[in-house]
């Protein structure tokens, strides 16, 4: 047994025998309906904020205090333990909101109710990110009461509000920044590389939405009375969104791919057929890509996708011009694509090519920036070996072709402390969708990874300066 | 006054005497909701079968039946008045079914109880088709009443399923061939130029819809996740559709061109300022067309309308992949455009540009026949000099851009017999739409034209011999 194996001990053994107590914690949690949305009822989310402090009392965290956001029943939930001031901080992320349940008749099992089926654990939110609030809390419980204390300094913060794209994070962070200095942030909020395979994402692509409505009249016109002279305000609408590709489906405006970082990254190997599969295509269904460069696409490339069209509508169709059509779209941004920039060429193009006179309105609600980390900090060595240690195998260092705006904005609040996003999902879990899952067997090699993580940062930091520069290998 | 004059004036005096009480049988009629749509109580369908019937038999017709077509609840009403086997016989046509009220909210006064307001009676069918049915029987009644008989015979068709696009009539007609024989169809169920201009409608546009569908995935995909190397449904049936139409948007298939009449026709002069505003345009919306050649495109060109696309859709919609996009798009076809053709050049087009494999389905549940008529049968002279007498005015020989289907079988199926399409409606009727109303005006000046013409036709057509074709100039 190595030095480190020595120390973890306590806390490992701790782990194994209390997993059943934090899988009865995750039932417990993931029994609040603790939806975000507009349209729910915000009660079940307060009602799981609260859960989540009496659990951060629990573990042993101190100062536990329910913070105003945004919304004052999707609070922020704070504790921390602070073993030395000497000593270097970790700050563990994670958010108790849950996405809609969906479908509920699609779900086997009721969404709201834990069920293990297949060392499995079924419910909505079990992964996505109570399974995230859950490795937290397991991680400073095992060493709290395994070896009477924390290796490092560790800061919690639980948001209730990231479903809905963490709308008062920013101001939230300005506010609060004092009390949430640390030297590092851990955001367990994405997917492992495979189910036996830990990943850590380095990259996330960020996203520019935006909406676009034609309009050509005061009302619909009957296309029999009407069509032949008048333009048709869904057919424009089709040809302006058809000028925004190529006929591979690439964006075709060269000054935003100017923009983009077109050095070479490199990707795991990797089962295009297996991608397929999750994917559900269609027999004969043909990738955008070679298949060798799906996962360049999906990571480091920028994609811009229709979510929506509506002109009339499959219930109503009936023979008329349509008086407007309306669609939104997205562009997922890598670096170093600026949105402002991208929105501003998007729009300009859309004007450009508007056809008679229609009128047009571009509008988008906000931006999600892209994200890239070195991985050059001490802290991204640390988390590599914790994850050997625990999984037996070398993590992958991921993109991730999503967006999690909040990371970029989180890490400069904090003055540009490294971030490692981890994960409790894997490509079963399906999160968002119906029968959301949480592997067992990964959820506990996540937790067993931070654990040994807390004390090689312990080790890999041993004197703390006054300049966070130091911890900077 | 004139022989003519003489001859009709005891029916137009019985006409002037009993304007009211017609206006009162509309009432009537209007007040039972005969929406022949699936979805609508088909009770009061047959309900106002039953009244036609009975004001058939109140204006003098004689072997007045209810004969079933395709729903038994929406039934065919005949009646005929035989004066003298040698005269020749016009069959006037009307509908009883009407549209759906649409937005009772926007109704200004309830749809189904006539209003009068400002010379216009307002309700759902006044015009569209119960104020035809009206014109048919006020003719007859005018001429009974006031002369003891008519001119010539006539056989009266009233049908109950018009508004869903007469499913039943094809094999209604050729049931009863031999019953519906005659020399000339009257259709009132058109609109007049305009309120001061009478018009005679000799060429309708037809119709070929089809519903395009292509589909990617089993299901809906985050964008995040998975846009980039995979194929977007939704974009390319944007592309798919672009394709099918110039910049201009013009139909951009040679082979469906090239099977168009490009003989000139003539067009009366016309008011594009007036049509703009008809038409709802917005501010600053462009025709596609020059302003001198809107009622060419309109009445004698084809034009194809993407009448509704759908892809997830603007309430739901989310930062995904659609698995699937639709739309449902119509070609109006013109002389001498074949609708089955049309239909196999559009598929085989989007067949050829369907992209990535994607699933595809083009579909169309039937075509509507264009329709045109030489106006060379004395009958259009009769109708051109009676409305000139009613009207003060000649009137225009009109095309119309919608689609009457059933007029080409109808006049088949009755060995190729001119058909008179007339109207009781005019720009301000809204037929369709919400506030549909009649022109007190316009429909006194098309009976009064229906009492000339028979009178004309009686003239015209003084001795009838044993073949139809005699009654052609």
Redesign the interface.
């Known amino acids: 047994m190595t030095n480190i194996e020595q120390k973890v001990q306590p806390a490992t053994t701790h782990f194994l025998k209390n997993k059943e107590k934090y899988y009865q914690w995750l039932s417990e949690l993931v029994a609040i309906p603790s939806v975000s949305f507009e349209g729910f009822s915000q009660e079940p989310v307060y009602q799981c904020a609260l859960k989540v402090a009496d659990l951060m009392k629990e573990v042993g965290l101190n100062h536990v205090q329910i913070l105003e956001g945004e919304n004052s029943l999707r609070p922020y939930i704070y504790g921390e333990r602070i073993e030395d001031p000497q000593k270097p901080t970790v700050l563990f992320y994670a958010h108790y909101d849950v996405q809609p349940p969906g479908d509920e008749a699609l779900w086997l099992s009721p969404p709201f109710q834990l069920q293990d089926r297949n060392q499995r654990l079924y419910g909505r939110g079990a992964a996505d990110d109570k399974g995230g609030v859950l490795l937290d809390l397991a991680t400073v419980d095992c060493w709290v009461q395994g070896s009477g204390k924390l290796p490092v300094n560790v800061k919690v913060l639980m948001e209730g509000e990231e479903e809905i794209g963490s709308p008062g994070l920013e101001t939230f962070l300005e506010k609060h920044v004092e009390l949430l200095s640390s030297d590092m942030i851990i955001i367990p909020d994405v997917e492992n590389y495979d189910q036996e395979t830990p990943g850590i994402t380095v990259s996330l ?1 960020g ?1 520019v ?1 935006f909406e676009v409505e034609v ?5 619909s ?12 305000p ?6 302006m ?2 000028s925004l ?1 190529d ?1 591979k ?1 690439n964006i075709a405006l060269p000054e935003i791919l100017s923009m983009v970082d077109t050095q070479k990254k490199s990707v795991p190997p990797f089962d295009a057929q297996k ?1 397929r599969e999750e ?4 027999d ?6 070679p298949e060798n ?2 996962k360049e ?2 990571w480091f ?1 920028p ?12 219930q ?8 407007r ?2 669609a ?1 779209l ?1 562009i ?1 941004t890598v670096p170093f694509m600026e949105p402002q920039k991208v929105f501003d060429l998007v729009k300009a193009h859309l004007e450009k090519v508007c ?5 047009l309105s571009v509008t988008s609600e906000g931006f999600g920036d892209w994200w890239q980390t070195s991985t050059d900090h001490k802290a991204f060595q640390a988390m590599q070996d914790s994850m050997k240690r625990a999984w037996g195998k070398d993590p992958v260092l991921m993109g ?4 999690i705006p909040f990371v970029q904005s989180f890490t400069e609040a904090l003055g540009g402390v490294p971030a490692l996003l981890i994960g409790v999902e894997d490509a079963e879990t399906k999160a ?1 969708s119906e029968n959301e899952s949480l592997s067992k067997q990964g959820w506990e090699k996540a937790v067993v990874s931070c654990i040994y993580f807390l004390e090689e940062v312990s080790e890999s930091f041993s004197s703390k300066s006054s300049s966070r520069g130091d911890f900077s290998s």
């Open positions: 692509r996203i939405p309009q050509g009249y005061k009302q016109l009957h296309s029999g009375l009407w069509s032949g002279p008048l333009p048709d869904a057919m424009s609408l089709c040809q969104i058809a590709v006929d489906g991608f994917a559900g295509l269609l004969g269904v043909q990738f955008r890509v460069h799906i696409s999906l490339e994609s811009l996708t229709v979510n929506a069209f509506q002109a009339s509508s499959r109503q169709a009936g023979n008329i011009i349509c008086d059509a309306w939104k997205s997922r056809p008679f006179g229609l009128h991730c072709g999503a967006s968002h």
